[in-house]
Structures are given as structure tokens and as C-alpha cells.
């Protein structure tokens, strides 16, 4: 076995263990931290006499923090490893979950999504992400990430069933206090004890690192975070008017919650697909070709949705590409910066996307109001084509510093 490069043979962490030890936490992490309020947003807006639309803003705050810290995040990763980080992020949404389950106005709930956000800096995908790159050989890099992504994919499939379920017995206080306790018991330990040597092989691949701060002086760069930006605004404008729109094209509500629902299992077969499809083709060719097809996906909608296999097939194609970011993102980093830093340049990336995708919903509600849905969803179109076409730009560009890539 090879080590890659600053890491000694024994540094480099059991991909298997790893693998499963953040498949479940990063499951886990999204199903409660993000997943579950779509199910507590009405009882709970009733409960505090709300309207949706203020309790909503909650999440977006947290998005918001989240894409915030992400910068400070990635450098701590780089710094230190994520054993730490991790296992405290785990600590520290638990107890924003446990207090959510006891606030009682808005301002109570905004500050616990404060927290909430924090947490999700500290735990999900980015971080995710660096550990794997710090210490697993390149070799297994790819196949390390597609194992965290397709677990996780399922989130939304388990998580909003099991949160209705809980909700519809025991209302969504006592919900909350149990998905505490299931966030608490399964990543706390998993991240204190599943990556306690992560990071000192990490630290051992970090020693002799330079910074990457060269990283963002390549355009191919910020063509990248444009490229990212546009369809994670487009996805989350997507995840919260896709229902109202198909029932604005004549679908039932429930027809037009279960064509929404597709989208979560399709990401993961997207996800599938687009790592395979690397062993012929480059990954930004590959990811490019997709989000060139949602466009055109999205295009079609307004033309031929009216009819159910209109729709179904147009969210078909739109769905196979809507977790492909997940996997894509951390390849690309790798394939064109290398693993040097990667949780400091990972985490820059990642801070205009997270902001985009928070603000995205609102601006797109605003749209709509006065635009119409029709007019939303061919912006979203656009977005999408237009993400894809700048990926192509992308691989086109020469690789800047490829003696820094490891």
C-alpha cells in the first residue's frame, strides 16, 4: 500500500472504518440539523404563533452561519484535523436541538438556529470532506466520498418520515427530544472515537504543507464558485417552489409532493452514475453535461409538465443531477488544487454557496410574486445551463501550480 505524500503507511486511516463512520454521522447530521424542519415547521409556527414564512427564516439564518464560517472552518481543519472540531460540532448540535425543543417565540428560535448553524459548519459534508482528503490514500479518495454521499443521500428519505411519525404520536417538542437523543448517542462517539486517528494522521500529512492561498489567484477558481453558486441557488429555489409549481400546472398535492420526492432518491443514482462515468471521462466534463441537461430539463417543465409523464420525465433528468454537486465539488478541488490545504480552499468554495443557497428561496419567492412561477423556473433553467457552460470554461483553463498537487 502506498501512502500519498507526507503520510507514513501507518498514518493513512482504514477507508472502511472512516467511510462508515461518516456515512452515518453525515445521515444522521442532515436528517435532524436540516431535514427534520420541514416536518416541525407546522406544528411548531402554530405552537408559537407564527407564520411559516418567519419560521422558515430560522433555517436560512442557519444556512447563512454556516456558509460564514465555513472559511474559518476549513482552516481549523487544515490546522488541526477535524477529530476535534468534529466530535464538539456533534456536542454543540445536540444541545441547539435539545433548545429548540424548548423555545417559545421567534427570537428564541432564531438564536438556537444561530447555534444550529455552527453545528452544521462544524459537522457536515465540508469537513466531512477534508478528513477524507487529509488522510486516504488518492487512489481511494473517490471512492471514500461517493460511499459518505450515497449513504447520506437517503437522509431526507429517512429523516422526514421518521420526524412525521414522531411529530403525529408524541407532537414535535417530545420529536425533537427524541432526534436529540438519536443525533446525540450516534455522532458524538463516532466522531470522538471513529476519528481519533484520522487526526493524527492528519496532522502527520500537515506538517510539511504550504498554504493555498495561490489557489485564489487562478480564475479557473472563481469560474468555479460561479459555476457552484448558480446551481445551488438554482437547486434550493428548486427544493422549496417545485411542489407549488407542479400544483400550479394542475397536479394534486399529493402527486406533486411524491414528483418532488423523486429528486432525493435520483441524487443518489446521479451520484453513481457520475463517479462511474469518471473512468471515460473528466468530471467536469461529465458534471457539465449534467447540469447542462437540467437545464434543458427545467426548460421543458413549463411545455410538457402539465401532463404527468411530461413532468415525470422532466424530473427525472433534472434529478439525476441534483446531489451531483456534492460528489463533484470535492473531485474537482483534488483534481485540479490537490490535497494541499483543502479544507481552507474547500471551505472558501464552500462560503458563496451556502450564502446563495440561503438567500435563493426568499429571492425566488419574491420572483415568483411577481413574475410568476412559469418566469422562476426558466431563470432556474438558465442557472443551470449556464453552470454547466461555465464548468466547460473550466476545464478548458490551464491548471495553475501543478507542482502543488499531491
Given at each position: 500500500?502506498?501512502?500519498s505524500?507526507?503520510?507514513?503507511?501507518?498514518?493513512v486511516?482504514?477507508?472502511?472504518r472512516?467511510?462508515?463512520a461518516?456515512a452515518?454521522?453525515?445521515?444522521v447530521?442532515?436528517?435532524?440539523?436540516?431535514?427534520?424542519?420541514?416536518?416541525?415547521l407546522?406544528?411548531?409556527?402554530?405552537?408559537?404563533?407564527?407564520?411559516?414564512t418567519?419560521?422558515?427564516g430560522?433555517l436560512?439564518?442557519?444556512?447563512?452561519?454556516?456558509?460564514l464560517?465555513?472559511i474559518p472552518?476549513?482552516?481549523?481543519?487544515?490546522?488541526?484535523?477535524?477529530?476535534?472540531?468534529?466530535t464538539?460540532?456533534?456536542?454543540?448540535?445536540?444541545?441547539?436541538?435539545?433548545?429548540?425543543s424548548?423555545?417559545?417565540?421567534?427570537?428564541?428560535?432564531?438564536?438556537?438556529?444561530?447555534v444550529?448553524?455552527?453545528?452544521?459548519?462544524?459537522?457536515?459534508y465540508?469537513p466531512?470532506?477534508?478528513?477524507?482528503v487529509a488522510v486516504t490514500e488518492?487512489?481511494?479518495?473517490?471512492?471514500?466520498?461517493l460511499?459518505i454521499?450515497?449513504?447520506a443521500?437517503?437522509?431526507?428519505?429517512?429523516?422526514i418520515?421518521?420526524?412525521?411519525?414522531?411529530?403525529?404520536?408524541?407532537?414535535?417538542?417530545?420529536?425533537?427530544v427524541?432526534?436529540?437523543?438519536?443525533?446525540?448517542?450516534?455522532?458524538?462517539?463516532?466522531?470522538?472515537?471513529?476519528?481519533?486517528r484520522a487526526?493524527?494522521?492528519?496532522h502527520?500529512?500537515?506538517?510539511?504543507r504550504?498554504?493555498?492561498?495561490?489557489?485564489l489567484r487562478?480564475p479557473?477558481f472563481?469560474?468555479?464558485?460561479a459555476?457552484?453558486?448558480l446551481?445551488?441557488a438554482?437547486?434550493?429555489?428548486?427544493a422549496?417552489?417545485?411542489?407549488?409549481?407542479l400544483?400550479s400546472l394542475g397536479?394534486?398535492a399529493v402527486?406533486?409532493?411524491t414528483?418532488?420526492?423523486?429528486?432525493g432518491?435520483?441524487?443518489?443514482?446521479?451520484r453513481v452514475v457520475?463517479?462511474v462515468?469518471?473512468r471515460?471521462?473528466?468530471?467536469a466534463?461529465?458534471v457539465?453535461?449534467?447540469?447542462?441537461?437540467?437545464?434543458?430539463?427545467?426548460?421543458?417543465?413549463p411545455?410538457?409538465?402539465?401532463?404527468?409523464?411530461?413532468?415525470?420525465?422532466?424530473l427525472?433528468?433534472?434529478?439525476?443531477?441534483?446531489?451531483?454537486?456534492?460528489i463533484?465539488?470535492?473531485?474537482?478541488?483534488?483534481?485540479?488544487?490537490?490535497?494541499?490545504?483543502?479544507?481552507?480552499?474547500?471551505?472558501t468554495?464552500a462560503a458563496?454557496?451556502?450564502?446563495a443557497k440561503?438567500?435563493a428561496p426568499l429571492?425566488g419567492?419574491l420572483?415568483?410574486?411577481?413574475?410568476g412561477?412559469?418566469t422562476?423556473v426558466v431563470?432556474?433553467a438558465?442557472?443551470?445551463?449556464?453552470a454547466?457552460?461555465?464548468?466547460?470554461?473550466v476545464?478548458?483553463?490551464?491548471?495553475?501550480?501543478?507542482s502543488?498537487r499531491r
Amino acid at each position: 500500500m502506498t501512502a500519498s505524500p507526507g503520510l507514513t503507511t501507518r498514518a493513512v486511516v482504514s477507508p472502511g472504518r472512516l467511510v462508515g463512520a461518516l456515512a452515518v454521522t453525515q445521515t444522521v447530521g442532515y436528517g435532524v440539523l436540516y431535514y427534520a424542519f420541514s416536518v416541525i415547521l407546522g406544528p411548531m409556527s402554530a405552537d408559537l404563533g407564527i407564520s411559516h414564512t418567519t419560521a422558515a427564516g430560522a433555517l436560512t439564518v442557519a444556512v447563512l452561519v454556516s456558509g460564514l464560517l465555513s472559511i474559518p472552518v476549513g482552516r481549523r481543519l487544515d490546522a488541526r484535523g477535524g477529530h476535534g472540531l468534529m466530535t464538539a460540532g456533534s456536542v454543540v448540535g445536540s444541545v441547539a436541538v435539545l433548545g429548540w425543543s424548548q423555545v417559545h417565540d421567534a427570537v428564541q428560535l432564531y438564536g438556537v438556529f444561530v447555534v444550529v448553524g455552527v453545528a452544521s459548519a462544524m459537522v457536515l459534508y465540508e469537513p466531512a470532506f477534508a478528513v477524507v482528503v487529509a488522510v486516504t490514500e488518492p487512489a481511494r479518495r473517490a471512492k471514500a466520498l461517493l460511499g459518505i454521499t450515497v449513504v447520506a443521500g437517503f437522509a431526507s428519505s429517512i429523516f422526514i418520515p421518521l420526524t412525521g411519525q414522531l411529530v403525529d404520536r408524541i407532537e414535535w417538542r417530545p420529536a425533537l427530544v427524541v432526534l436529540t437523543v438519536l443525533l446525540a448517542a450516534l455522532t458524538i462517539p463516532l466522531h470522538g472515537i471513529g476519528l481519533r486517528r484520522a487526526s493524527t494522521a492528519a496532522h502527520h500529512a500537515r506538517r510539511r504543507r504550504g498554504s493555498p492561498a495561490w489557489v485564489l489567484r487562478d480564475p479557473a477558481f472563481w469560474l468555479l464558485a460561479a459555476t457552484f453558486v448558480l446551481h445551488g441557488a438554482a437547486l434550493a429555489v428548486i427544493a422549496v417552489h417545485l411542489v407549488q409549481y407542479l400544483i400550479s400546472l394542475g397536479h394534486p398535492a399529493v402527486v406533486a409532493a411524491t414528483l418532488a420526492g423523486l429528486l432525493g432518491l435520483l441524487s443518489v443514482t446521479g451520484r453513481v452514475v457520475t463517479t462511474v462515468s469518471t473512468r471515460w471521462l473528466p468530471m467536469a466534463t461529465i458534471v457539465g453535461l449534467v447540469l447542462v441537461g437540467q437545464g434543458v430539463a427545467m426548460s421543458l417543465l413549463p411545455v410538457v409538465g402539465g401532463s404527468l409523464p411530461g413532468a415525470v420525465a422532466c424530473l427525472v433528468l433534472f434529478g439525476l443531477g441534483f446531489g451531483v454537486a456534492s460528489i463533484a465539488t470535492p473531485a474537482l478541488l483534488l483534481e485540479r488544487y490537490g490535497a494541499t490545504g483543502f479544507g481552507t480552499v474547500a471551505g472558501t468554495l464552500a462560503a458563496p454557496i451556502l450564502i446563495a443557497k440561503a438567500a435563493a428561496p426568499l429571492g425566488g419567492a419574491l420572483l415568483a410574486a411577481s413574475l410568476g412561477y412559469r418566469t422562476l423556473v426558466v431563470l432556474v433553467a438558465a442557472a443551470c445551463a449556464g453552470a454547466g457552460l461555465l464548468l466547460f470554461a473550466v476545464q478548458r483553463m490551464r491548471t495553475v501550480a501543478p507542482s502543488a498537487r499531491r
